[in-house]
């Protein structure tokens, strides 16, 4: 015991300490700075877009990237090409490491099928709501007599009736067969001088009228969304009336200064309710 506290006072064995303090702290450093050079611990890099890719480019594109991919999924959108990337994660803009793998979801080549809903004896009201839940769109209305007014006689597509169940694209348009009434049943015209197209399109729709866009004047798409009525055939007329299911033709512009100015007056209190 006395020789080992003699040992521990020696200076050779404090020279022993230091040079193997010396050697651990040169080991921690080398193998720290190691494990940061191996992992990329202080490299970040921003992620790319890929986003309006085809499918097709991927495999290119990431060849030269700093990122591998994987597709996760797929949606429908009508409006992008089949194939093309529609989101990714990371997000664009995102700081990560390099060799992080990018997961894509791109748009089907088709619109997904679904079954048509029995929508038969609903009133026009729950079907229209029924064909939004569904992803389908509403076309146009069609009366013919029957006892029930406004009920739901048949879907149909094309000129062909569609049974319930039958499977078709999602976002189809399709149009109701409503019940008449036994007999023709007028309504008044409604007024859609001054009105865009979703105003003029739920009005006529609600009222059991089909509008038929004959012209348009504008000469861009940011135009054309501001585009409003300057005339309808038949044109609005206080005591006027057509039968349930007509067509409204309607002419659109950009230019407001071609849109009449009608007098409040004239207006009935029902329409101007729309």
Known sequence: MKGLIE?????????????????????????VNYLRNYTFLNQTILVEDFRGYHQSEL??????????????????????????????????????????KVYLTINASSAPKIKVPDLRDRSKRQAIAILETYGLQLGNFRYVPNICVDCVLDLERDSLVLE?????EK??????????????????????IDRDWNEASRILKINGLNPVVIHEEYD??????NARIYNQIPA???????????????????DYNKIPKISVDTIPADTSAQ
């Open 7 to 31: 040992f521990i006072k020696s200076r050779s064995f404090w020279i022993s300490m230091i040079l193997f303090g010396i050697l651990l702290g040169v080991g921690f450093f080398t193998l």
């Open 59 to 100: 495999n290119g594109i990431f060849e030269e990237s700093s990122f591998r991919y994987e597709i996760v999924d797929s949606l429908y959108d009508a409006n992008e090409k089949g194939g093309v990337v529609l989101s990714q994660i990371p997000e664009v803009g995102r700081e990560v490491k390099q060799n992080r």
């Open 164 to 168: 319930p169940g039958t499977m078709i």
């Open 171 to 192: 976002g189809s348009f399709v149009n109701l067969i409503l019940g008449g009434g036994e007999s023709s049943e007028l309504i008044p015209i409604p007024l859609l």
């Open 220 to 225: 861009s798409e940011e135009n054309s969304m």
């Open 236 to 254: 609005f007329d206080s005591l006027g009336m057509v039968h349930l299911g007509s067509e409204v033709k309607i002419f659109f512009t950009s």
